[in-house]
C-alpha cells in the first residue's frame, strides 16, 4: 500500500507531498495538475516494466504518453533535477540478510518502505544519478563520488544516531568503478559482484517491484459496450486502462468459481452476483449477467435487466452510464486483497444518485478487500457520500486523504483538506465544486429583475 507520494519538478508540479490513505481523493479544476500526478504514478510503473534496462524512466509506454524528458520536466528545464520518494506499508515485515555472516546475520527489518531517486538529463535523456533505500533504520544508497559524472558509490548507514552496524564488503581483486542505477529504482549487477555481502539489494528492490506490480489502473475513457464478446479462455491481469477486458475478467472468475462477500462472515455470492449487486445498489439495473450464446462458441453477452418485470436486453441496448461503471465495480472486485486501484473519473455518465453510490462501492472495496484507491473525480454526490459515510461511521476519516489541486499561476499546488470525524470539510476552498449559491443567487436576481419589468405600471 502506497503511504507517501513525493516529487519535484514534475509537469506542472515544482513539488509535491501527498501522504495517502486507504481511500484518496483529489479534487480541483481542470487542468490543475489531478491528471499530472497519476501519470506520474504510471510513469513509474511502464518504467519497472520496460525491457530498456538502461532508460532511467520510461516516458512512453502503454499506460502513459508522456514525450520527450522536456516535455515531462517542470517548465521544460532541462537544467532541473525530478527528485522522487515513494513509501510503502509492506503486508509483513521485510528482512534484511547478511549472508556473509554465519546464519545470515540480521541487518534490517521493517514494514515501511522507502526509496528515493533522482533523475538528471544528460543529452536530452533521463539518467539516475542517485538511489536510496531506507528500511527498519537503515539506508542503502547509491549516489555520485565527488567531481565525477559516471562513477558511483554504495553506501550503507544507520539512519539517525548510533554507530553503523553494516558495511559493504568490496571482492578481492581490481577494483572495479561502479556504474549507475538501472531503471532508477534498481542497483546495478555489479553491486553484487563487487561487494562480498550485498545479495541483500535484490530484496529491497523485489520488495519494490511487488508494490508497483499491484498498482492498477481505469482511465476516464471506456470502451462502448458490444453485441457480444470473444473470450478466449484467458485471464486478464485487471480490465485494461479502458475497461476493454471487463467481460475477460467477469468470465475468468466465473470459471473458477470465485466468490465475493460484502464484508466479514456475510454470505458468499458469486462473483457475477457480486457485480449485479452493486449495480442493483446503484440503482443502475435489476439484473445483470454474462453467458455464452452457444456452449463451445466462445461468444459472450452480457444481459440486464433495468427493472422487475422488464424484458431482458443486451447491455448494448441501456443507459450508456452503466458500461462505462461496469469495468470500476469489476475492478474493484477482480484485483487481489492488498492492490491499488487508480481511477479517474469513475462517475462518468452516471446520474447523481449513482455518482453518490458509487462511493459505497470504493468505500466496501477499501475496507473490506484493503484494496487502497486513488481517486479523481469531479463529482460532489460522491464526495458527499463520503463525508456522510465519516459521519456515519462506516469509514473513518483517518482512512480518508482528500486534497484539492489548484494552478492559478500555471504551478500545480496541492492543498490538503481536513476532514474532522464527523466528515466536515473545515476548510473548503472558494468555488471548490463551482458556486452553487451564486447561481441561484444571480438567477433570481434576474428574476427579480423581468418581474419587476413586466408588471403593470400603475
Known amino acids: 500500500m502506497l503511504a507517501n507520494v513525493k516529487f519535484t519538478n514534475f509537469k506542472s508540479w515544482p513539488r509535491l507531498d501527498m501522504p495517502c490513505g486507504k481511500i484518496t481523493g483529489i479534487f480541483g479544476a481542470n487542468s490543475s495538475g489531478k491528471t499530472s500526478f497519476i501519470q506520474f504514478l504510471l510513469m513509474l510503473k511502464q518504467t519497472k516494466d520496460a525491457t530498456d534496462r538502461a532508460t532511467a524512466l520510461e516516458l512512453n509506454g502503454d499506460l502513459v504518453q508522456l514525450g520527450t524528458i522536456a516535455d515531462a520536466i517542470h517548465r521544460h528545464s532541462l537544467n532541473s533535477t525530478i527528485d522522487w520518494t515513494v513509501s510503502f506499508d509492506l503486508d509483513s515485515p521485510l528482512v534484511l540478510r547478511d549472508a556473509s555472516k554465519k546464519r545470515g546475520a540480521e541487518i534490517a527489518r521493517g514494514t515501511r518502505l522507502n526509496i528515493s531517486a533522482s533523475i538528471t538529463v544528460d543529452r536530452q535523456a533521463p539518467k ?8 527498519g533504520g537503515m539506508q542503502f544508497s547509491l549516489s555520485l563520488k565527488k567531481d565525477t559524472t559516471h562513477k558511483f558509490d554504495l553506501r550503507a ?31 546495478p549487477d555489479q553491486a553484487r559482484t563487487y561487494f562480498h555481502n550485498a545479495s541483500f539489494l535484490a530484496d529491497l528492490e523485489a520488495a519494490y517491484e511487488s508494490e508497483i506490480d499491484r498498482l492498477f489502473y481505469l482511465g476516464p475513457l471506456r470502451e462502448f459496450p458490444q453485441r457480444d464478446y470473444l473470450w478466449a479462455r484467458s485471464r486478464p491481469s485487471d ?28 454470505h458468499l455470492m458469486p462473483f457475477q452476483e457480486m457485480i449485479a449487486y452493486w449495480l442493483r445498489e446503484m440503482g443502475l439495473i435489476e439484473k445483470f449477467r454474462v453467458e455464452e450464446i452457444k456452449e463451445g462458441s466462445n461468444r459472450w453477452q452480457a444481459i440486464v435487466q433495468t427493472r422487475k418485470g422488464a424484458s431482458e436486453v443486451l447491455l ?76 456515519e461511521e462506516v469509514i ?63
Open 316 to 391: 448494448t441496448d441501456v443507459g450508456f452510464g452503466i458500461s462505462q461503471v461496469l469495468p470500476v465495480i469489476t475492478l474493484l472486485q477482480y484485483v487481489p486483497k492488498g492492490a491499488t486501484v487508480i481511477l479517474e473519473q469513475p462517475e462518468i455518465h452516471l446520474h447523481p444518485l449513482a455518482q453518490a453510490a458509487l462511493a459505497d462501492v470504493i468505500i466496501q472495496a477499501a475496507i473490506h478487500r484493503r484494496v487502497q484507491v486513488f481517486l479523481e473525480s469531479h463529482s460532489e454526490h460522491l464526495l458527499l457520500r463520503l463525508q456522510r459515510r465519516i459521519a
Open 396 to 458: 473513518s476519516s483517518n482512512d480518508v486523504k482528500l486534497y484539492f489541486c489548484d494552478a492559478q499561476k500555471g504551478e500545480s499546488v496541492l492543498s490538503p483538506l481536513k476532514v474532522d470525524m464527523f466528515g466536515n470539510i473545515l476548510n473548503w476552498p472558494e468555488k471548490f465544486m463551482g458556486d452553487a449559491f451564486n447561481e441561484a443567487a444571480q438567477a433570481e436576481l434576474a428574476r427579480l429583475k423581468r418581474m419587476a419589468r413586466s408588471a403593470p405600471r400603475k
Open 239 to 266: 480490465v485494461g486502462r479502458r475497461g476493454e477486458k471487463t467481460i475477460d475478467a467477469i468470465l475468468a472468475e466465473t470459471s473458477v468459481g470465485e466468490q465475493r462477500n460484502l464484508k466479514a462472515n456475510a
Open 128 to 135: 539516475s544519478s542517485s538511489l536510496t533505500y531506507e528500511i
Open 157 to 187: 548507514k544507520r539512519i539517525g544516531k548510533g554507530a553503523d552496524v553494516f558495511k559493504f564488503i568490496r571482492a578481492q581483486g581490481r577494483a572495479w568503478q561502479l556504474p549507475g542505477p538501472i531503471k532508477s529504482y534498481a542497483f
